[in-house]
């Protein structure tokens, strides 16, 4: 299966193959992992991040089926992320371009480019000193609220992130000055669809946020406001969303996960 989805102004910028093209792009490598990267360039004088897929192979398609979890094999779940977060009006990366290229779904090669979102800050930038620095209540409620409802219209709509951590919600600086909660939800290649808003896929995105968020100065009284914005739920599937941030943090600092998170951070921002 081949498709190519470009708008006419970037289309120009290559030759008659500009799939080819596209997935020989060299730029400011911002991930460079087995299979994927992550690359921002200038094209047209127009910045953009383009993550190109150059096939997983089936041994990574066992483990992972064999761990029942779904496989990531392409840019093809990311760009249907980013059309319905924009269809439920939730921010994230704007899509520009995407394109696929053979059947085999273990050597299938792909591309998704997204325009440049400029100056943004992560939230776990913005909240890495709240616990001895707190911010002003009202903009700490803001970002709590803003949290919980974003997290609602996405698992509300049976979408989970599986990343759903607090450096994958940033905002613009322009809007961190001015005080605006305006959260923008990044990195969306594994996001799963027609998940239950009650299921065990939503207990470990809220989890997962939660543990990151452990150390960010959020206290009982912010998670008490989440709850309030986000979607009811009941007393067991928030004692099942605690139990899973604590175990997530026990593990986040275990010697064998920091070595392998080590091992990891050395191929970001390699060419």
Known sequence: MDKLMLPADLHQEFGVDAFTEIMALEGKAFRNVR???????????????????FGVGWLEIAKNLLS?????????T?????????ALGVATTPLVGYGVRGVNPARQQSFIITRDLGEIISLEDICADWAD??????????????LAQLAAKLH????????FYLCHF????????EGRADLILIDLHRVLFGQSSHGRAVIKDIGGLMFSAKDSGLNDADWALFKQHYLPQSTVFWEKVDARANKLYAKFHSAKFQNRLAQEKSAIHQP
Do not use: N, W
């Not at 299979?35 to 897929?53: C, E, N």
């Not at 620095?133 to 970002?143: D, G, H, L, M, R």
């Open 156 to 163: 509300g709509a049976g979408m989970c992130h599986r990343d």
């Open 78 to 86: 990311e760009m249907q992320a980013i059309q319905k977060l924009t």
């Open 133 to 146: 620095s707190p911010p002003e209540a009202v903009f700490k409620q803001k970002i709590v609220i803003a």
């Open 35 to 53: 299979g994927r990267k992550t690359i921002q360039v200038r094209l047209g004088g127009v910045s953009y991040f383009i993550k190109q897929h």
């Open 68 to 76: 029942l979890k779904k496989p990531v094999l392409g840019a093809l």
């Open 170 to 177: 940033v905002l613009k600086k322009e809007a961190l000055a």
